[in-house]
């Protein structure tokens, strides 16, 4: 039996696993933390449960997709809800939107809300689809480093459409030729956000995000976002996929340009095949640090994408005006992002995203409580005094929340934990803490990306949000499908 060996339990390592074991590989997979998941892990304290990192589910067929390839019906194992309501956005001004997962009726409500017409909204969202339709299979579904992507008839098409998906204005620019009205601008901009970019730099080509969600749906899984990993690993385990916790790998072991194994906790592990699911920098720098000639420069000096600060407070109320999903807007869009991206500090007045699954799931939270996940974005860790911009951020954001919900929520703050990007590099091991790998502000970052396999190493793989096709959940799970069709 041919042997197969993976560097990291995040989804998209579980889910490389799962496809290779799918395919008659003994697969181990090695985990340094104690626990699976990477950054889609989750936590309970004095309790409150908190999903520690992603808290937006998009794309659940892909996760589907792997129960089915292991001849297992989804449904038995794994149940999510559509949301109806999407997201709740507060503005400075006191406008407040609910969008809904029917475009017409968010259409209805943008138009009443803030006087919009109902039609720019439409059209808008139909160009956000017309992009997926022709970037969808090119961008994502494939990889970009293999020739044969560019020899079928459906890529092909794809190509001659790509001069339609709006690569050469910003988002910002493109926001503004649909939107008279400024609030709707930001609304669509921060979708650029989704994949930690910025919309005054990234192609309007990220316009497509809002189709994902508005089209496409805003999900919630039964037990929360870290259930999408404890559903997966018991599915890797059912295949006889192996799981070894405590097992940071050292070096990836070459033989005659070829991968043969990993050194982990001084041992070595010998296999036909060795997939990273690691930050694609600190595979290079660190796991070949012996071999520099190999190191991609060009794609190693690519901008990283921006990070998160998280405030997990435990609330002692109940707020009925918050959903699952609620933002809070800055009152200077492009200020926020300056600070982000020139200054490389944080604002302010921040946008601020609160996520609560005790809305959905009351037993997140002891009874009359609430779970806030309290997020800001924040630049990659460039050696910043993060201790001071965490204690600054904390009372602004109190400050602001205080104000827009007219209510002192200091007073109700009962736990708290701090997430920073500090903490994201040393749990996950991803570059400066960027939580998406590298940011998508130009248009030849598609291009740049890290392509799922290593050109000069036979048998040396890539999956994971710091390689083709990206960041986020699905994108994840989609390098992990690439790398076993190449595989
Ligand atoms: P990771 O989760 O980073 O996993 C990598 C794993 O490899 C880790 O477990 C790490 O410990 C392990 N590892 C690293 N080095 C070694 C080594 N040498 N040996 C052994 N193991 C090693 N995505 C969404 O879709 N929706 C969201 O709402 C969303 N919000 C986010 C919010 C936050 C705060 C964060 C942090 C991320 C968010 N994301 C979101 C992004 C999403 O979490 C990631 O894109 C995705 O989880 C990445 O998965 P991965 O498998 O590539 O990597």
Redesign the pocket.
């Known amino acids: 039996q041919k042997s197969a060996v993976v ?9 490389v696993a799962i496809r290779l074991a799918v395919k008659g590989y003994a697969v181990h997979v ?4 104690n ?7 989750e936590f309970t304290k004095d309790g409150f449960r908190f999903d ?7 794309m659940p067929q892909y996760v589907d997709e792997l129960f089915r390839l292991a001849g297992k019906n989804p449904q038995d194992y794994f149940s999510y809800q559509k949301l109806d309501t999407v997201c709740h956005y507060f503005y400075p001004d006191g406008t407040r939107i609910k969008s809904t997962s029917d475009a017409d009726l968010l259409a209805a409500e943008i138009q009443t809300q803030t006087g919009e017409p109902a039609g720019h909204v439409s059209q808008y969202l139909q160009n956000s689809k017309r992009i997926y339709g022709i970037t969808n299979h090119v961008f994502l579904e494939q990889s970009l480093h293999r020739l044969r992507t560019y020899l079928s008839f459906k890529t092909l098409k794809s190509v001659l459409q790509l001069f339609q998906i709006d690569a050469m204005r910003t988002m910002h620019r493109a926001n503004q030729s649909f939107f008279r009205d400024k609030r709707l601008v930001q609304y669509f901009d921060r979708y650029a956000t ?1 994949n930690g970019s910025n919309p005054y730099q990234a192609p309007a080509t990220l316009n497509v995000i809002p189709h994902l969600e508005q089209h496409l749906g805003a999900y919630f899984p039964e037990g929360g ?1 870290y259930s999408i990993t404890q559903k997966l690993v018991e599915l890797a385990t059912s295949l006889s996929v192996k799981i070894n916790y405590n ?4 070096e990836i072991l070459l033989r005659d340009n070829r991968a043969t194994g990993i050194k ?1 906790n001084g041992e070595v592990i010998e296999a036909n095949i060795v997939v ?4 694609v920098y ?2 290079y720098k ?2 070949l640090g012996k071999r520099p000639d190999l190191h991609p420069q060009k794609t190693l000096r690519q901008e990283r994408s921006s ?2 600060l ?1 405030f997990y407070w435990g609330i002692l109320s109940r707020f009925d005006d918050l959903h699952l999903h609620n933002i809070f807007f800055s009152g200077d869009y492009k200020a926020e992002f300056n600070a982000i991206w020139k200054e490389q500090t944080i604002s302010n007045d921040p946008t601020v995203y609160i ?1 609560i699954s005790s809305k959905l799931q009351p037993g997140d939270a002891p009874d009359g409580c609430e779970n806030w996940f309290v ?1 800001i974005n924040v630049p990659a860790n460039n050696g910043q005094d993060w201790d001071a911009l965490v204690n600054t951020s904390r009372r602004n954001v109190i400050k602001k929340l205080s104000s827009m919900l007219g209510t002192d929520i200091a007073p109700l703050i009962v736990s708290e934990s701090v ?1 920073d990007p500090r903490n ?1 590099e040393q ?4 570059y400066k803490g960027s ?3 590298s940011s998508s502000n130009s248009q030849l970052a598609a291009f740049l990306r890290h392509a799922n396999r290593q050109s000069k190493v036979k048998n040396l793989y890539f ?4 390689v083709h096709p990206g ?6 799970l989609l ?1 992990a499908k690439i790398v076993a069709d190449w595989v």
């Open positions: 560097i990291g339990a995040g989804v998209a390592g579980i889910a090695f985990e340094a933390n626990y699976p998941g990477g950054k889609l892990s520690a990192g992603p808290s937006l589910f998009t989704y976002m097992a940071p790998v050292e982990v990273s699911n690691m930050d600190p595979t660190k796991l990070s998160a998280i996520n997020m997430l994201i749990r996950t091991s991803s939580i998406y790998g999956c994971g949000g710091s960041g986020g959940i699905p994108l994840a390098s």
